[in-house]
């Protein structure tokens, strides 16, 4: 199902023991820790795009706390996923969405992402999913109707892109930040639905939205790991333990 990245080319790559090859001869190598750097130099806008190994080591800390678990619960219960899924997840940073639910389920997962430290980080934990390195804003590297479920969770965007590997009785789950989200942190957001609902009018249809929050009390270095993740310059003083609000708002589509 994968296709070969380059511009005017896109023919199926072919694997092979440690690299995927297409027919026009373009190769790329498998990774030590099992990833594909799919990411074309036209595709990225700096030497090291997506988030960086300290975000990724943050973000994964936060996961691991448990402090997101009821987020990822609710996620759960809206696509209703089974074994027989094929589930892409389009900017799926480390992985903990996609492969805790994988791990679950035991569907057929693929991951892509721009950042290599995040797809590293996944490919090294979640070692039953196939996870990919690519620009999910410019080109999806799969095949048409490749997949039963595309999740976007605080990701990309891109309907075209995911209309077109997406199956036609397939689902689109879409994941925002809710206006909630790290309150205490970054003050009240904005509510992103109806924005959103509009982005993917023309190709998808809404079925269902649901929105959910939790709270966590963190310690100081919990604290840290939130302003690490979500890109917040460290205040002078060090950060000091709180209770935090954690947000979705999960929009679920059908193919138009």
Known sequence: MLLCPVRDCHL??????????????????????GYLNLLQPQDRRSKNPGDTPAAVAARRRLHD?????????????IIAVSASDVVLDAGCGEGFYLGSLARHSGFDAHG????????????RRYRDCE???????????????SFSIVLSITGR????????????GGRLLVALPGPEDLIELRGTGRDRVERTIETFANAFTLSGRRRVATQAD???????????????????????????????????????
């Open 112 to 123: 892509v992402d721009i950042s290599i430290p995040a797809i590293d980080a996944a490919a």
């Open 218 to 256: 963190l310690d100081a270095a919990a604290i840290g790991d939130i302003l690490h993740s979500i890109y917040r310059p460290m205040q002078a003083r060090a950060p000091e333990a709180m209770r935090v609000t954690f947000s979705l708002d999960l929009l679920l589509f059908r193919p138009a």
């Open 65 to 77: 706390l448990g402090v997101t678990q009821p987020l990822l619960d609710a996620v759960a219960q």
């Open 12 to 33: 199926p790559l072919v694997r092979e023991e440690r690299r995927v090859v297409c027919a026009r001869g373009h190769s790329f190598d498998t990774a030590r820790s």
């Open 157 to 168: 965007m891109n309907a075209a892109e995911f209309r077109r590997v997406l199956r036609g």
């Open 131 to 145: 996870w990919i390195v690519a620009n999910a804003d410019r080109f999806l590297p799969y095949a048409d109707r």
